[in-house]
């Protein structure tokens, strides 16, 4: 074991191992402890080296299994007694995933760290339901928002983010397709502007259901367990999957 420990802020991807970079698996091959989200893909975790500790800190809407501050004492402690620790998170760490608190906790304990970053999941879940982010004639930008905001009416800028000239993918926010639509629509999105739900995007078991917003509140299929994101523009128009449902229903 290396006398000085290091800690790895690791981006997973979206899921699959196939989808983490080159970097990610290399520190992931020589962790000796490994502390990792609740979303990470099965064959991910199977790539743990049986020598190392797994140390489960996951997380889902209500219930934490270990702190956040649990999580930075973690890291603190086993980087000081020389281990190479890697902090395993779901997409990219930089991206709603705590990795920036993280970072803020090993500068300030003094424990040196690298980030390593993964596909996050609005930049996967889109490719893998034939979604542009952006495009020159529709969409000019692209932007990132927290899906449970969404119930509190002061927190966002719903006048700005109606603006048709975008794409909005809302991060955790297939449980609030109805908060969020009705908000986008009062401040003049119109209805049938294009939407999709992308429910264990990239995984084996993946749901894509796109459509008109206004369809989309009223008959958003149901959502379990698995991550999703709900993505809001033009460009959702151009997947291969826009209007299939209704068309086989």
Not at 35 to 57: E, F, N, W
Not at 131 to 144: E, G, P
Not at 164 to 186: K, N
Request: glycine residues 12%.
């Amino acid at each position: 074991m290396i006398d000085r420990g290091w800690v790895s802020i690791v981006g997973a991807g979206p899921g699959p191992l196939d989808l983490m970079t080159l970097r990610a698996i290399d520190r992931l091959d020589r962790a000796t402890v490994v502390i990792h989200d609740r979303l990470i893909g099965a064959d991910v975790l199977a790539r743990i080296p049986a020598h190392a500790r797994r140390i489960d800190a996951g997380k889902t809407m209500g219930s934490h299994t270990l702190p956040q501050n649990t999580i930075h004492e973690l890291m603190i402690e086993h980087a000081r007694q020389g281990h190479r620790v890697v902090r395993l998170k779901g997409g990219d760490p930089l991206v709603f995933g705590r990795g920036g608190e993280e970072m803020q906790a090993l500068m300030a304990a003094g424990i040196p760290f690298e980030i390593v970053p993964g596909v996050t999941a609005a930049v996967a879940c889109a490719a893998a339901a034939g979604i542009a982010l952006t495009h020159r004639q529709w969409a000019s930008s692209c932007v990132f928002l927290p899906g449970h905001r969404a119930q509190d009416d002061a927190s966002l800028d719903w006048a700005s983010l109606a603006q048709g000239s975008q794409t909005l993918v809302f991060y955790m926010g297939v449980t609030r397709v109805a908060a969020i639509g009705q908000q986008l629509i009062a401040h003049g999105l119109l209805p049938t502007t294009p939407a999709a739900m992308v429910i264990d995007g990239t995984r084996p078991g993946q749901r894509i259901h796109a459509t008109t917003l206004e369809r989309l509140l009223r008959a958003s299929p149901g959502y379990g367990s698995g991550p999703g994101l709900l993505i809001v523009g033009r460009t959702v128009g151009l997947s291969p999957y826009y209007g299939v449902a209704e068309e086989e229903g």
